[in-house]
């Protein structure tokens, strides 16, 4: 399983958040731990990046980088497994405060992140693997706003996911 590592910072500033993890390219890519890694990242990566900031987000409960992960401009939407539909931005944020107030997000996973990129938009199909279940998403996001800002995330119950593998070609970084 793939678990996305909070130490990881994108952006121009390496003392920024890694909630600003999402800003358009060309990006350079910091290391905490050593500040050494340059890198340019195109749209397909930096979107898998962008969805790797949502997922340690979430498992870090870390409501201001989940704030900035979503796009303030235009709609967004979100549907968490058995509730209905949120549909302004204040919806979802609260409904990530509650969330997070509600109990250990961490042992939350991703894997088999696929993304396809459509102009300013792109979708991303993965599998979110909880203790007790294993959750297929849709993660939505629109460039604007600094880079890759998610516009919609919907998660419901699979009955038989695949195996973890890595997606076909997909980036995927290590623990």
């Known amino acids: 399983m793939h678990r996305a590592s909070p130490r990881i910072i994108l952006d121009r500033n ?8 999402v800003t358009p390219r060309p990006t350079r890519l910091f290391c905490h ?6 890198t340019c990242m195109n749209d397909r990566e ?3 990046f962008a969805n790797e ?3 340690s987000a979430f498992a870090r ?3 201001q980088a989940m704030d900035a992960l979503w796009a303030r401009e235009g709609p967004v939407t979100c549907i968490h497994p ?3 539909a949120l549909t302004t931005r204040q919806a979802v944020i609260d409904s990530w405060r509650d969330i997070f107030r509600s109990g250990d997000t961490s042992s939350i996973g991703f894997y088999g992140a696929h993304p396809h990129l459509l102009g300013d938009i792109a979708l991303i ?9 294993v959750l297929i998403a849709s993660n939505a996001f629109r460039r604007g706003g600094g880079g890759w800002r998610m516009v919609h995330h ?4 699979v009955d038989v996911p695949p195996p973890e593998a890595p997606a076909p070609g997909a980036a995927q970084r290590p623990n």
């Open 82 to 84: 058995g509730w209905g």
């Open 53 to 55: 900031a949502f997922y």
């Open 46 to 48: 930096a979107v898998l």
């Open 14 to 21: 390496p003392s920024l958040q890694a909630a600003n993890a």
């Open 125 to 133: 199909i993965c599998y979110e693997k909880l203790p007790s279940a």
């Open 61 to 63: 409960a870390d409501l």
């Open 154 to 157: 919907q998660a419901g119950r």
């Open 33 to 38: 731990e050593s500040r050494c890694k340059l």
